[in-house]
């Protein structure tokens, strides 16, 4: 999953990450949620 599929998750949910890099841990949880 590439970094403007993670911005327009986050995006919906209103939340800021231009200057957040997630890290395996986080990818798997966010795509653990879709």
């Given amino acids: 999953m590439g970094q403007d599929a993670i911005k327009a998750i986050f995006g919906v949910n209103g939340l800021m990450v231009s ?16």
Avoid: H, S, V
């Avoid at 957040?20 to 949620?33: E, N, R």
């Fill in 19 to 34: 200057d957040w890099l997630p890290t395996d841990q986080d990818i798997a949880a966010i795509t653990a949620a879709l």
